[in-house]
T-cell receptor, first 112, second 116 residues
Framework: RKEVEQDPGPFNVPEGATVAFNCTYS??????FFWYRQDCRKEPKLLMS???SGNEDGRFTAQLNRASQYISLLIRDSKLSDSATYLC?????????????FGKGTHLIIQP | EAGVAQSPRYKIIEKRQSVAFWCNPI?????LYWYQQILGQGPKLLIQ????????DSQLPKDRFSAERLKGVDSTLKIQPAKLEDSAVYLC??????????????FGPGTRLLVL
């Protein structure tokens, strides 16, 4: 079983729609969770952290379910500029080692 | 603030040749990471440095890959000899000391390696 699993898509969504992604992780001892965004041929950039209480940043809402080992991202009122690959990321925080574990990414295409 | 710098941006070599990549992290960032991103995959951690010490190299293929950060600033990743399956983007990232465990890593633009 892969450490972080995501549906690679692509998700083709009309502009203005709401889209949701999710991922699952295998290491129940994982400490922190994130969504990163990666544009084509660019480096990954942190989009937002994910907490059990849920957190929102503008049109983006992230949620963590530790019991199910499940992480979600909701994008409301999607824009053309939201087209990118969204990487689900887990930090197992193995003592002082905090290198990130990435999923394969979910490819999102917003269509005009 | 200047970002993470990497060079070269592109490299094409033949299998069994050697190659080296350079990274300069954001000033003041004590932690430096090297990741390998194969096409269609997410980045995979190769090695983590804290200052000039190795924190985690459990996923580094040590028979052919090596990395150093001698003065705790710049870092070099080397592959010797390269194999076809090493074709990937090599990403360097850094994080500030006050961000430990929070996942805010700043990535450089990467070096695209093609092994023929």
């Amino acid at each position: 079983r892969k450490e972080v699993e995501q549906d690679p898509g692509p998700f083709n969504v009309p502009e203005g729609a709401t889209v949701a992604f999710n991922c699952t992780y295998s290491n129940s001892a994982s400490q922190s969770f994130f969504w990163y965004r990666q544009d084509c041929r660019k480096e990954p950039k942190l989009l937002m952290s994910v907490y059990s209480s849920g957190n929102e940043d503008g049109r983006f809402t992230a949620q963590l379910n530790r019991a199910s080992q499940y992480i979600s991202l909701l994008i409301r009122d999607s824009k053309l500029s939201d087209s990118a690959t969204y990487l689900c990321v887990v930090n197992p925080d193995r003592g002082g080692a905090d290198g990130l574990t990435f999923g394969k990414g979910t490819h999102l295409i917003i269509q005009p | 603030e200047a970002g993470v710098a990497q060079s070269p941006r592109y490299k094409i070599i033949e299998k069994r040749q050697s190659v080296a990549f350079w990274c300069n992290p954001i000033s003041g960032h004590a932690t430096l990471y090297w990741y390998q991103q194969i096409l269609g995959q997410g980045p995979k951690l190769l090695i983590q440095f804290q200052n000039n010490g190795v924190v985690d190299d459990s996923q580094l293929p040590k028979d052919r890959f090596s990395a150093e950060r001698l003065k705790g600033v710049d870092s070099t990743l080397k592959i010797q000899p390269a194999k076809l399956e090493d074709s990937a983007v090599y990403l360097c990232a850094s994080s500030p000391p006050w961000d430990r465990g929070r996942g805010t890593q700043y990535f450089g633009p990467g070096t695209r390696l093609l092994v023929l």
